[in-house]
């Protein structure tokens, strides 16, 4: 087998790893970006669209530092992940708001029957899962190494997360107890009011942190297509397909609000309350334009197959390019759906986007490694 550069063969490997992300959610050993005058997404600027035009060269040191001793990053994401599935998957806000609150979330003075039935499916719940995850959390995040930026975002998290639970449980021995009979659900208003205020740090919070967990995986990335660049040339074919694996895992969860999400059958209702639609849309909007032109240059450019280490299945190139062109249709889909707010199809759409583009990460990996004739 050919020698592989160790860029290239890090892109191999990244994108290997990136799909055991994409499945599994665990984090990948990145190295340090650095400002270069020629920025690969300058058309679109990633760095811009997750924030991380803001990080500091401290913060992007941290990332470093606990990537390449990840086993407290992989804690802190796992125990996260459990938490976000378990929070918004097993319905206990659904329940509360189908109870108490009108479609523009304002509180209702509902009758008992309802009240007995939250309250039934209330304590149906097992908290256990929940508790083990926030005393994990709480035990790493005293832990050394201390890492500032990281350690922060989690304590400020699981802080929220045990208000949210304590006001819960205020919320149900009220309503046992039957006071809202006596007070004329004075209490409940109040109680509904902080709640929600919780509810909304929380997802708040938990959304910082999937960027921050994005951010872990997606800077070595951008340092490996920049290296790439470097090491082949702007004409080397591999380079396109990197920045489109990227691209479109960020729509993916751009779309979703970086929100987890994992069922294809819930209703779409990221919009719902939002009050930043149009800002919210642009971001898609943005990122569409950048996948466009990538597949218009890919038409007209004369790209590079063969470097004196690496040879590309350049058959095998072009079936993947037409995959992103189909995942592109798709795209284009989901943008006009919601556009005209038709939301049926836009979870099912936006599961099938990110299960293909796992698998065209598969195959890039296939046609990066040749044998020697």
């Known amino acids: 087998m050919k020698k592989i550069n160790k860029f290239l063969l890090l892109a191999i490997l ?14 990948q050993k990145m190295s340090k970006i650095e400002n270069e005058s020629e920025q690969i997404f300058d058309d679109v600027s990633s760095d811009k669209l997750l924030e991380l035009d803001n990080m500091s060269e401290e913060e992007k040191k941290e990332l470093l530092e606990m990537s390449e001793k990840n086993e407290k990053l992989d804690i802190y994401f796992k125990n996260w992940m459990e938490i976000v599935k378990y929070f918004y998957l097993i319905d206990v806000y659904e329940d509360y708001k189908n109870t108490f609150l009108d479609e523009n979330n304002n ?6 029957s309802e ?5 039934s499916n209330l304590s149906g719940v097992d908290f256990e899962n929940l508790d083990n995850a926030i005393q994990k959390l709480t035990s790493e995040i005293e832990k050394k190494p201390k890492y ?3 350690d922060k975002l989690m304590e400020d998290w699981v802080k929220s997360l045990v208000i949210w639970k304590s006001k819960l449980k205020e919320i149900q021995e009220y309503y046992e107890s039957k006071e809202y009979k006596k007070d004329n659900f004075s209490k409940g208003k109040k109680l509904n009011t902080e709640y929600l205020k919780n509810v909304e740090i929380q997802e708040k919070r938990a959304k910082n942190i999937a960027k921050f967990n994005f951010k872990s995986r997606y800077l070595p990335e951008k340092e490996i297509i920049m290296e790439t660049e470097k090491e082949y040339g702007k004409d080397f074919a591999m380079i396109n397909l990197l920045k489109l694996n990227v691209l479109f895992e960020i729509f993916y969860n751009e779309l979703n609000d970086w929100k987890i999400v994992d069922n294809s059958d819930a209703d ?5 309350g939002n009050k930043y639609n149009s800002q919210y849309l642009k971001k898609l909007k943005k990122i569409q334009s950048e996948i466009i032109r990538i597949l218009e240059e890919i038409k007209e450019k004369k790209y590079n197959f063969n470097t004196s280490e690496v040879s590309i299945d350049k058959k095998m190139y072009f079936l993947v390019v037409g995959e992103y062109q189909k995942e592109l249709k798709l795209l284009n889909e989901i943008i006009s759906d919601i556009e005209n707010n038709n939301y049926e199809k836009v979870n099912e759409n936006n599961f099938i986007l990110k299960r293909q583009n796992l698998e065209i990460g598969d ?4 046609l990066t490694i040749k044998e020697e004739k």
């Open 115 to 119: 009240i007995n039935k939250f309250l």
């Open 107 to 112: 509180f209702i003075e509902t009758d008992e």
């Open 363 to 366: 195959t890039i990996i296939k």
């Open 148 to 150: 500032e930026k990281a």
């Open 14 to 27: 990244l994108l290997l790893f990136l799909s055991n992300c994409q499945k599994k959610e665990k984090n």
């Open 268 to 272: 779409f209702n990221i919009l719902a």
